[in-house]
């Protein structure tokens, strides 16, 4: 290991990523467009759903003995076209038939807004001009009742008994931090992870298919310092390219779902306090660190391009994994859980979003994960420094993959 | 070549193109075996989880606390109601509940009764939203509250001697649908997503490397130097890619719907899988013109790419491209109009979903393959002609800042733009008020990254970005000129509204944001029409459509519509792109024919004067009679005219003149 | 000199392969070049040569025998052997998106070049191999020549006593190649001990003060131009070079 070896490789290997339209492609350039598109596109069909609900019309089919009430409630409202039918069993289809019909409900004699709805609902428009008449049906019923009441002479306090409210103590920083944290930590194990991907898959069978990884190693640079340097350039890439989406969700989120909550009578705030920016931070530098030394392992050995990415898919897989585990809100970031790789870094940026981590598990979790990165990196520079790596398939014979990870390092010893 | 000669050279492409896939075992492996081993088993473990998750909640007691003034039999009713319902609650009465215990989750809800100046007691129940325990005991207190209101009315009636039954009861909802058809139109929802995710993942293992990577190892060259031409050479790569991803996503769909029939993963719900009647062999029929499709989108990403690191890139819109029209049936207003079924794509989707749901509708099913195809057929067919081209082996570009290089990037760097100008107006509108968003929005967010271009690409002024002066006549003309593109425009709009309608509500929020706010007169027109003139112009006119026409093969015209379609982006709401975007154009025009782009300005403030004032009065040019609109497009057209007229004298003049300056004002004073 | 440059004694190496089994590729070499000295490896394609050169290079590391580079060996001491050579083959590519200063610059430091001198000495590269034109463009633009250059540049910019070269010349054009010589010459002519390996006899007989012959792994025949063809009586180096090869496999 030497310094200068190290900062010199890392240098030249980020001069190299910021120069390559692909790489920076992937890691700035996309988070940046993708997710102001997606709140576009959002927007866009939210609206195009609006003004395409707004002036559509239900067949609605009324059958003998409905209350007159009702029946005539719908032939009032404008979203409903009412017919008299003679029975239900006209709905559906694309004709002249139905979209819902109304009838009398057994045994509702008497009693106000009774109905039976019968739809198709299979279909968008029975579902829905169900949804109509039943609204309807619920409003025509609570009336009724209310006039019943006024001609028996019951109390209104009597029939109302009493009145449900709900109110929700957390307050608009606990949900901003509950909605982000139920967003956020799987795509930015994504991101984190196709951050990395690239970088390490360029840093590595990229470089042996340019064929500058022999010219590389003809230095007189350790192959250890080599590999750490082209290390400290994928992790560095992945944090990037986590912070950069996690912030740019975080901006997209509180756009769209703000003011739409706040229609709703929540004030909801998506501010996100310097200890949870630190949080996170440490997160991303966690699970790229981790992810940064699988992948440069799994690709080490590719000969080219296309076949590291498919040798690195497998841990862009794994990367995916803790969005199983975030189902459950229970498990948090703790002392047991800090030991888990890439669960420890997606636990701690969503429990960072609510409240201040705990130092012991982050010093736990830097730990174990530093211990994985040395392992892999130890495999990765064993690897590399593997003849049969260097140049596959040439001056060394072509040897399995099985065979070349059984194999001792140097056949002669053997 | 011979037809039969063509079928052999044909079935040889395929047979070597599968051939060369199935020895790349490796990639096999990991981008088909891997994830019909992987899927199934997050799938099984999310499921299992949240499965646990459910029983811990229901079996851990929930803690809730009750209080109030109200009267002891409301308080005593209540408390028996929510303990009585079953499960593991435990309910305890507190005189002043201490709101930390819910914050803390020592207590899960604290339900106050309450009597207030009204009659009506009222029993509110306090949680936490973010707390799934907490919310858990909101879901169990909440119906039976409800049910002992409506047992305590019940009571109520029946002394007075009528039956009551509660509305869960009597207002019932039944459906006609066959057995499995709605579960299939539920399933149906989201089923051509994950169908078009397999194909095109499936797809991409065959086709994405097919011509990009070729390139890249130089043996398309080797290939297009045979006697085969590019149509059985793109015929045959299509083929291949297409059974591939037909092959893969089958196996995919096989592997879950055994491992979903045995019980593998199971939801509440019974499964997410419809029962085994919604299948019918007839699910092929769109499938099949899907994997055409997704296997020529596959193969034209393919063909625009030199290497297979770009092809990869470039896959990621083109991913999102494909796949957002199958979304189309979770909206019901649009999913069930009889157009998308035109539309590529979604018209499959929705043709997929009635299938499911049992209905056969084998016009609209074949309107949505033939749709579908015909775009499958243009993407291939550009994908041969891109194979045909000259930059077909490699384009080296020139490494010199300029407006080609800055055409070449144009759209990029202008995404960027648009998707900051979205966030930050989003932000801006709930900081500010409109005339500082509007001002920030103009100058930081629009001229400053467009003057930092000029710059750095080193834009002449005067070819690339016609600063130069454009006489007298150009700007007079643009004035009438702007009055009648208005009006066009808002016929144009009443026509796009036809396919993409736009709801009251939004027009009415939209109206009230462009008239309210300041009434000074000269603010108002600074601010919506001398400056978005002054700085839209040069931004979208000056910067962008002067650099794309340097584009190679783009030339003026289309670089005008790609900059006007670009301008109709940045005005955001889907409605307003369409007349936007025509407005653009005229501009444009009026830039190309006058060869100034203060020409554009001019016709912009002017017609935004004429719309603000128009919305302002509230004058519809709808109302106009058919003669105005005829004028409009007359004024239009000759005051265009006109404009280039001006510019050929204006060139004959700096012709004859010594000086350029004099030559030009003789030019339009002749005029 | 008492002590050579580059000193091979009994280079061997074997590989396995899955389907041929053990294979020698290097089968008791054993060679020495003084400063000031060229050796031509001479042999067909497959002869071992690249083996060689890369196990001087420590890119390989031998079965058996060794080697040392400027005093370094090779086994006990591989970094401070690859300090001391300036390695270039066919397959030794460059940094597509570095430019040629940035380039040499790179190489320099990963060589341990004293950071001090570390500009003083690219600028002595660049004018050395007349790159100045183009220092500052991306490699990735640059014509096959300029980027031999280039790479002739980036072998020799940490100044290293011993430079190997394995078929340097191979893919260029006529000119090329020709300035290719004149370069290896010209170091020559500095003090530089070169190993030089080529399957082009006119290469071989223009520059190389020593040629070693060799064919599947071992050295035929080793001597100065004169002294083989003497020695095989023949009249070119090649019906020399061909002699040898037949005697052998007979």
Not at chain 1, 8 to 16: D, S
Not at chain 1, 228 to 247: C, E, H, I, Q
Not at chain 3, 98 to 126: D, H, S
Request: hydrophobic residues 50%; neutral net charge.
């Amino acid at each position: 290991m030497d310094g200068p070896t190290i900062r010199t490789v890392f240098g030249n290997e980020l001069r190299g990523a910021l120069r390559d339209r692909t790489l920076t492609t992937h890691f700035i350039v996309i988070p940046l467009l993708l997710y102001p598109v997606l709140l576009w596109l959002g927007i866009t069909v939210a609206l195009l759903y609006d003004a395409g609900s707004e002036d559509t019309s239900y067949r609605v089919g009324i059958s003998p003995g409905l209350d007159p009430a009702l029946a005539g409630e719908l032939r009032a409202d404008p979203s409903i076209d009412a017919f008299f039918a003679s029975s239900g069993a006209e709905t559906g289809g694309p004709g002249g038939g139905f979209d819902a019909t109304a009838g009398p409900v057994p045994g509702g004699d008497g009693l106000p807004g009774g109905c039976v709805i019968t739809a198709d609902l299979s279909t968008d428009r029975g579902r829905t001009a169900a949804g109509v008449l039943e609204g309807l049906a619920r409003d025509v019923r609570a009336a009724g009742f209310a006039r019943l009441r006024d001609s028996l002479g019951i109390g209104r306090a009597e029939w109302e008994v009493f009145r449900i409210s709900t109110s929700n103590e957390a307050g608009g920083r606990d949900m901003g931090g509950f909605i982000l944290g139920l967003l956020l930590p799987a795509t930015f194990a994504v991101m984190v992870s196709i951050g990395c991907f690239y970088t390490a898959v360029d840093a590595t069978a990229g470089e042996r298919e340019r064929g500058t990884i022999e010219t590389l190693l003809s230095t007189g640079a350790d192959r250890f310092s080599i590999l750490a340097g082209k290390y400290l350039s994928v992790l560095v890439s992945g944090m990037t390219s986590g912070l950069l989406n996690t912030a740019s969700m975080i901006l997209c989120v509180s756009a769209i779902l703000g003011p739409l909550l706040r229609s709703e009578g929540e004030e909801i705030s998506f501010a996100v306090e310097p200890g949870a920016a630190f949080s996170a931070v440490f997160a991303s530098a966690l699970l790229s660190a981790l992810l940064s030394a699988l992948m440069i392992a799994s690709s080490s050995l590719a000969r080219n391009y296309k076949e590291g990415q498919a040798m690195v898919t497998p841990v862009y897989l794994l990367s995916v994994l803790p969005v199983i585990f975030m189902q459950d809100p229970s498990i948090s970031f703790s002392v047991s859980t800090a030991a888990v790789p890439v669960l420890n870094a997606a636990l701690l940026l969503r429990d960072s979003l609510t409240g201040p981590a705990e130092p012991l598990p982050m010093v736990i979790s830097a730990v174990s994960t530093a211990l994985f990165c040395l392992a892999a990196l130890w495999a990765a520079s064993s690897l590399l420094s593997r003849e049969e790596a260097a140049f596959p398939g040439e001056a060394t014979g072509k040897r399995s993959l099985y065979s070349l990870l059984r194999g001792r390092r140097n056949t002669g010893h053997a | 070549m011979s037809e039969n000669l063509r079928w052999t050279a044909f079935l040889e492409l395929l047979g070597a193109e599968l051939r060369m896939l199935f020895r790349d075992r490796k990639t096999l492996l990991i981008s088909i075996v891997l994830p019909a081993v992987l899927t199934p088993l997050l799938m099984f473990g999310s499921s299992k989880i949240a499965e646990t998750r459910e029983e811990e909640i229901a079996g851990d007691t929930c803690r809730i606390v009750l209080s109030g003034n109200a009267p002891d039999s409301v308080i005593s009713a209540v408390s028996r109601a929510i303990a009585s319902g079953g499960g593991p609650v435990s309910v305890s009465l507190a005189d002043s509940p201490d709101p930390e215990q819910l914050d803390s989750g020592l207590v899960h809800a604290i339900v106050t009764a309450d009597v207030g100046r009204r009659p009506v007691p009222v029993v509110d129940v306090a949680y936490r939203a973010d707390m799934d325990m907490s919310r858990a005991a909101l879901d169990a207190i909440l119906p039976r509250l409800e049910a002992l209101r409506d047992s305590t009315r019940e009571a109520v009636l029946s002394r007075s001697g009528i039956s009551w039954a509660p509305d869960s009861a009597m207002i019932r909802i039944e459906d006609t649908a066959p057995p499995g058809a709605r579960e299939g139109s539920d399933f149906g929802r989201l089923a051509m997503l994950f169908v078009m995710l397999l194909l095109l993942s499936g797809v991409s293992v065959a086709a994405l490397d097919s011509i990009a990577g070729e390139r890249e190892r130089g043996s398309l060259e080797t290939l297009l130097s045979t006697g085969v031409d590019r149509g059985v050479i793109t015929a045959s790569k299509l083929s291949a890619a297409c059974a591939v991803g037909l092959m893969s996503a089958l196996v995919q769909a096989a592997d879950l719907a055994l491992l979903a029939r045995l019980g593998f993963f199971e939801t509440q719900g019974g499964g997410f899988l419809p029962p085994a009647s919604a299948f019918s062999p007839l699910l092929l029929v769109p499938v099949i013109p899907a994997a055409i499709f997704a296997a020529a989108l596959v193969l034209f990403v393919s063909a625009g790419a030199s290497t297979f690191k770009e092809a990869q890139l470039k896959m990621l819109p083109a991913l999102l491209a494909a796949v957002a029209p199958t979304l189309v049936t979770l909206f019901p207003g649009i999913g069930s109009a009889p157009v998308t079924r035109a539309v590529p794509v979604a018209g499959l989707a929705v043709s997929f979903r009635e299938i499911l749901s049992g209905r056969q509708d084998i016009a609209g099913l074949l309107l949505a393959a033939l749709s579908t195809l015909s775009l499958a057929a243009i993407l291939a067919w550009a994908a041969a002609r891109s194979m045909s081209g000259e930059g077909i082996i490699r384009g080296s570009a020139s490494p010199e800042p300029g407006p080609a290089m800055l055409g070449r990037r144009a759209f990029q760097v202008y995404g960027m733009i648009w998707a900051v100008n979205v966030i930050t107006s989003m932000q801006m509108e709930r900081l500010y008020d409109v005339r500082t968003s509007l001002l920030v929005g103009q100058f930081l967010i629009l001229l400053a990254p467009a003057v930092y271009l000029a710059i750095r690409y080193r834009l002449p002024s005067r070819t690339v970005l016609r600063l130069r002066s454009p006489g007298l006549l150009a700007p007079l003309l643009a004035l009438p000129c702007a009055a009648g593109g208005v009006i066009l425009s808002s016929d144009l709009y009443r026509l796009a509204s036809l396919l993409l309608p736009a709801g009251e509500r939004v027009l009415h929020d939209f109206g009230d944001a462009m008239t309210t706010g300041s009434t000074d007169v000269a603010g108002m027109i600074l601010l919506f029409c001398l400056i978005p003139g002054v700085v839209e112009e040069f931004v979208f006119r000056g910067v962008l459509m002067g650099s794309l026409a340097a584009r190679r093969g783009w030339g003026p015209h289309g670089a005008l519509v790609a900059s006007a379609l670009v301008f109709g982006m940045f005005h955001f709401l889907y409605f307003r792109i369409v007349p936007t975007a025509f407005i653009g154009i005229l501009a444009g025009l009026a830039v190309l024919r006058s060869g100034s782009l203060f020409t554009g300005m001019v016709w912009h403030a002017a017609s935004n004067a004429v719309a603000l004032l128009a919305a302002r009065e509230a004058v519809e040019p709808v109302g106009l009679p058919l003669w105005g609109h005829a004028a409009a497009a007359v004024v239009v057209v000759g005051g265009l005219l006109l404009m280039g007229r001006g510019r050929v004298r204006l060139r004959a003049g700096r012709g004859r003149g010594p000086g350029s300056t004099g030559g030009r004002r003789g030019g339009t004073a002749s005029a | 000199m008492p002590d050579s440059a580059v000193t091979a004694v009994d280079l061997c190496k074997s590989f396995v392969d899955d389907s041929r089994g053990v294979i020698r590729a290097v089968d008791e070499v054993s060679f020495h070049v003084d400063r000031g000295e060229v050796l031509g490896i001479l042999g067909v394609n497959g002869a071992g040569k690249t083996t060689t050169l890369r196990m001087l290079a420590t890119l390989i590391e031998p079965t058996s025998g060794t080697a040392s580079v400027d005093g370094h060996d090779v086994r006990e001491d591989p970094k401070a052997a690859r300090r001391s050579l300036g390695f270039l083959s066919s397959t030794t590519a460059l940094y597509p998106r570095l430019t040629a200063r940035e380039t040499l610059r790179f190489f320099a430091r990963m060589n341990g070049y004293p950071r001090e001198r570390l500009e003083e000495r690219v600028e002595k590269v660049v004018e050395m191999m007349s790159i100045g034109s183009y220092a500052d463009t991306r490699i990735e633009r640059l014509s096959t020549g300029m980027k031999q250059k280039v790479s002739i540049g980036r072998a020799m910019v940490h100044d290293p006593p011993v430079l190997v070269f394995d078929e340097p010349a191979a893919g260029l054009d006529v000119l090329n190649a020709h300035e290719m010589l004149a370069m290896i010459e010209s170091l020559r002519d500095c003090g530089h001990a070169v190993v030089f390996s080529t399957h082009v006899m006119s290469e071989a007989e223009r520059i190389c003060s020593r040629i070693a012959v060799i064919h599947q792994g071992r050295i035929l025949a080793e001597g100065t131009v004169p002294g083989l063809l003497e020695r095989t009586r023949a009249d070119t180096l090649e019906d020399a070079f061909v002699s040898l090869v037949e005697s052998a496999r007979v």
